[in-house]
């Protein structure tokens, strides 16, 4: 039966000895709390780390995974110097902060704890690999797996594979900072889903990718490889009826009720989290500290209580801040406390949920004000946990919870001033404001609970990753099967039709940066002495004349407008010139240049292009859409016609495209001549399918084509051309094919 493999760095479950004795305990943080609730009703697979198994012996070890297994639990295990560099090295000591926007603490000078992070990645793909069945949906979970996607995907081709952010996706700005980030996109589109709590952070991921990749940005979905990878908008979510059910326990109540008598009837403002920079624990203290210090006359009837979690411990920055945040509260309290009373309650270590809920429950207020969260569970369980629809919640603006829960009173965490103001608004908030604003948030965070959420998310990796419907333009995968290389080799005669940008040299970033270089132009001559070699490109005549005009070849320009068909012939236009659109869509192209910067006009006799390969990406894109709908509108579409190719939007009249020399060139083809097409873009797709289906048609790069196979890059592309020259002739060759299949293969 199919099944739900959840994979994430840590387990729910944390093993552990304890004077001697195997110790299981549920482990600390979001994800793990979230997680539960879905791993339990849908019965999952729990892929992850179960900590530090090295002081174990082999008997505990044993009985540890027996455990395990019984809960379905699944352990990977790490050895202590490899954990440590991957988790508290790269995976909280680069990825954490910067993600969260703190970039003081980003360690860029990572590069033996991003070794461990790739071969930890590996790890964990190769326990995965072993635990798949087909059917299965395999859904991996944040910062410490983004290369895992892409590692499953090499692996598994045919599998459904989701992936969750649960930490903010920041802004392509900050983002690119990593010197890992290409790698780091790369991971992440191995996977048919990927899942943010917000829009922004989709907003900021489809950015980084385009910035980093060059891809296409898109809103919901983005191509890669030749495949789609969506893109969704979860809000990640708690298991609301769980914490109402703990919340109307007698036992929890009573708990509750001793916390409230102990206060004396002081309001009770509570906060609650892991000790984690992020989360705002020392400006919150200043908050609280401004508060005192501006009302004297409200001192004694406020109780601040500060539950801290331990957390990432063996990480430098954590232990520091440990010590600040220590030395904070003892430095207010020094300050502010009396022989009656102590302002701010501090607790530094883990509870179980009954006692958290109690918290919650005796709380008047709770203050959460990270500086940046991914979403923040805890200011939705104590809204969950209000079941009287009371108390007030103050929530940072920078939080991804503040996006849903529009009815908390919202702050800056980093203006002190008006945090401590919040504090005094919402503990003197009247009842009925109280009922009204949290009716409306517990409302919500009832209906969409954390099985609502992984729900939704497993729906949309159904759609995501089912297979393309019939008659879609399906991507050619294949790379050239060893047979098909060798029957072009062998084949007594071969007729070339090559693209030139992109197919024979790499893309520059202006069109005339890109000249053949001298060994392009030897292997064209070479080529040339034995095969017919058409250069169909949809460049100027001018530069296609000018680079390639001295050398004995079939040349055809601005996308078959016109053809050179011999060295000696003139250049012949395939229709007469037609171009009484121009004026008009030059002032449209120009008006769209001057506002993106970056881009610019190619002109050529009966097209015009505009380039924005070196353009803002967002920004070209949002202007490619409105190019398209103003040159639709003022042009004569009934006559030309737009065509995106790559980084290029181009007007021309119908009906010249560059499939229409394809009959020219087969019109010359001796009947058991090898015909072999190659090209890059939407424009080389004339070509393939113009011709008959015995050509060997091969597209370079990976976006979608009706091309029959593929190969990755120029490079190979001119190590095929060698190597079938070089085979041909005779020469001591066959070492390189080998070297060439293999790659194409890969
Ligand atoms: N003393 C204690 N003992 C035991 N458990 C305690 C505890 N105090 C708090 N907890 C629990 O720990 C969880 C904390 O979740 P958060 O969302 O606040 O942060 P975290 O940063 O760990 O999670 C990451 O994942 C979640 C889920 O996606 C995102 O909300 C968040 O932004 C992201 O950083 C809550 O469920 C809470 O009940
Ligand atoms: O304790 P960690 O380092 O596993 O992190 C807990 C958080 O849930 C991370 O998202």
Known sequence: MARLLIVSNRLPISVRVDRGALCLTRSSGGLAAAMRGPHERRCAVWIGWPGSVTSLSPEQ??????????????????????????????SNGVLWPLLHYLLDKVNLDAELDWEAYQRVNERFADIVVAQYTPGDAIWVHDYQLLLLPALLRRRLPGARIGFFLHVPFPSAEVFRILPWREQIVRGLLGADLIGFHTAAYRRNFAASAAHVLGVEPGEAELEHDGRRVALGVHPISIDAAEIERLAGHPGVREEAARIRAEARGRKIVLGIDRLDYTKGIPRRLLAIQRFLEREPELRDQVRFLQLAVPTREMAGAYADFRRVVHEMVGRINGQ???????????????????????????????????????????AKEYVAARVDDDGALI????????????????????????????????????????????????????????HAWAQAFLDELDRAAAPEPEGAAAPSRRGMPEGVVERVRLAPQRVWILDYDGTLVPFAPVPDLAAPDEELLALLRALSERDRVHIVSGRRRADIERWLGALPLHLHAEHGFWSRLEASDDWVALEPDAAAWKGEARAILEGVTRRTPGSFIEEKTVTLAWHYRTAEPELASQHVRELRACLEERLPMDTLELLAGAKVVEVRPRGVHKGRVVPLILDEVPARAAVIAIGDDRTDEDIFAALPPSACTIHVGNESSRAAYRLPDPGAVRRLLRSIHAGHAGHAGHAGHAGLDAEIHA
Do not use: W
């Open 61 to 90: 070890r044993r009985d540890a995974d027996v455990a395990l297994a019984g809960m379905r639990a699944v352990p990977v295990h790490l050895g202590a110097a490899e954990q440590h560099r991957f988790y508290d090295g790269f």
């Open 336 to 378: 502010y406390g009396t022989t009656y009373a102590t302002p701010i309650h501090y607790m530094h270590r883990s509870l179980p949920l009954e006692q958290v809920v109690a918290l919650y429950l005796a709380a008047d207020v709770m203050l959460v004000t990270p500086l940046r969260d991914g979403m923040n569970l805890v």
């Open 395 to 450: 929530l940072s603006e920078f939080a991804g919870a503040s996006s849903e829960l529009a009815e908390a009173v919202s702050v800056n965490p980093y203006d002190i001033g008006s945090v401590a103001a919040a504090v005094k608004q919402a503990i003197a908030m009247p009842p009925a404001e109280q009922q009204r604003r949290m009716a409306a948030l517990r409302g919500r965070v009832a209906t969409h609970d954390v």
